[in-house]
Each structure stands twice: as structure tokens, then as C-alpha cells.
Nanobody, 116 residues
Framework: QVQLVESGGGLVQAGGSLRLSCAAS??????????MDWYRQVPGKPRELVAT???????NYADSVKGRFTISRDNAKNTVYLQMNSLKPDDTAVYYC????????WGQGTQVTVSS
């Protein structure tokens, strides 16, 4: 079992910045958390992959956030971060941390609202 707990969402004006955090913990067994992702979702639309990072630090981004968002992680703390700069109203969504290990694990989500 994997538990994911996000934090750091909020309300910000366009052009501002926010940093999201996701702390991962495991129960029942000890294993390394490998790939972790950030997704986002707005009502009425499917969940969208925003950024991915491997345990080794390889990253990948959606075209819509390239150059503005940075995903990083602290393996010692099993925590992944999403630094979001130059935020736009279109970035408004609920952001979810995700990890796959035999099944999908999701955090509870954190609301990010960008006002124009």
C-alpha cells in the first residue's frame, strides 16, 4: 500500500507562483518509490498528466507547462514537488499526486486557483 498526501495549493494571481508537495509513504512492506507524477483535473474534463519524474531524476512535462513548471523530488523523504511559475488562469485545477505500483495510487488532491 502507498499513501500520498499533497499540500501547497491555494489562490494566486496570474503570473504568480506556487509550490506543491506530495509525501509518499508505504505500509506493509519497504520498497523504493520509483516514478511519480502530477496530474490535474478540471470539472467535466479527463485528468491530465502534468509532469513525471523517475527516482533517478529524469523528468517529462506536458507541453502546456514546459518552461513554467519544474518537478523535483527528495528520495530520502519520498517527497515530490511541483514548482509552478508564471501561472495562468488555465492552470486552475485540482492537482493530484500519482504513483503506480501494481495499481494506481492517488493523493486526495489540492486545489490551485489562478485569478486573472
Amino acid at each position: 500500500q502507498v499513501q500520498l498526501v499533497e499540500s501547497g495549493g491555494g489562490l494566486v494571481q496570474a503570473g504568480g507562483s506556487l509550490r506543491l508537495s506530495c509525501a509518499a509513504s508505504t505500509s506493509g512492506s519497504i520498497f523504493s518509490i520509483n516514478v511519480m507524477d502530477w496530474y490535474r483535473q478540471v470539472p467535466g474534463k479527463p485528468r491530465e498528466l502534468v509532469a513525471t519524474i523517475t527516482r533517478g531524476g529524469t523528468t517529462n512535462y506536458a507541453d502546456s507547462v514546459k518552461g513554467r513548471f519544474t518537478i523535483s523530488r527528495d528520495n530520502a523523504k519520498n517527497t515530490v514537488y511541483l514548482q509552478m511559475n508564471s501561472l495562468k488562469p488555465d492552470d486552475t485545477a485540482v492537482y493530484y499526486c500519482h504513483h503506480y505500483r501494481f495499481r494506481d495510487y492517488w493523493g486526495q488532491g489540492t486545489q490551485v486557483t489562478v485569478s486573472s
